[in-house]
């Protein structure tokens, strides 16, 4: 199985927003509402953001957000703030008990 | 609420057998509904997920690493295990423990806080 597509990095200023995608294929992110976000800051485990595409866990911002069409899953982050700034990484389903991350995406704020 | 925690060498010499463990607290890891998995992500790079084991003791496997792997849970520790063979330098990196949940495992909402491994004679 193939890594899911993410652009490498992005950025945005305090108070926008910024949109991240992550493409795959009709076996995984297209086929299953099974896409999950991750947040890492340097020297830290990952974190779970959103879980099955739009669901956030207890005590994630809403600013976080996620969606999908088709082969491609989105996170986007609305009135950012410096916190934001770390690397995320989506995460699917691809059937038969198979899981594939994303490249990762490395969020900068200005 | 739930913990993990990794333990293991840091330093394994080329072609042996890397050797893990996650020791799970705050709940049991033979309670149903649950996955238990290993992650790795080498020096700078992105996270690769290795497999999981469902508490029934069923197991699955990143298909690029199935010859290499085993993963198996033990209950009266309740501890999760990995087992990676013949391991080159390509399998340094940091190994992350986690909790899957959801339908098919296919969410990570409980991590450890990682271990280093570094594959070097």
Not at chain 2, 53 to 77: A, Q, V
Request: hydrophobic letters at 25%; aromatic letters at 12%; one cysteine or more.
């Amino acid at each position: 199985q193939s890594a899911l597509t993410q652009p490498p990095a992005a950025s945005g200023s305090p108070g926008q927003s910024v949109t991240i995608s992550c493409t795959g294929t009709s076996s995984d992110v297209g086929g299953y509402n099974y896409v999950s976000w991750y947040q890492q800051h340097p020297g830290k485990a990952p974190k779970l953001m959103i879980y099955e595409v739009t669901k956030r866990p207890s005590g994630v911002p809403d600013r976080f957000s996620g969606s999908k069409s088709g082969n491609t899953a989105s996170l986007t982050v609305s009135g950012l703030q410096a916190e934001d700034e770390a690397d995320y990484y989506c995460y699917s389903y691809a059937g038969s008990n198979n899981l594939v991350f994303g490249g990762g995406t490395k969020l900068t704020v200005l | 609420q739930v913990q993990l925690q990794e333990s293991g060498p840091g330093l394994v010499k080329p072609s042996q057998t890397l050797s893990l463990t996650c020791t799970v607290s705050g709940g049991s890891i033979s309670s149903g509904g649950y996955y238990w998995s290993w992650i790795r992500q080498p020096p700078g790079k992105g996270l690769e997920w290795i497999g999981y084991m469902y508490s029934s003791g069923r197991s699955y496997y990143n298909p690029s690493l199935k010859s290499r792997i085993t993963i198996s849970l033990d209950t009266s520790k309740n501890q999760f295990s990995l087992k990676l063979t013949s391991v080159t330098a390509a399998d340094t990196a940091m190994y992350y423990c986690a909790r899957n949940s959801g339908y098919f495992g296919d969410h990570m909402d409980v991590w450890g806080q990682g271990t280093t491994v570094t594959v070097s004679s």
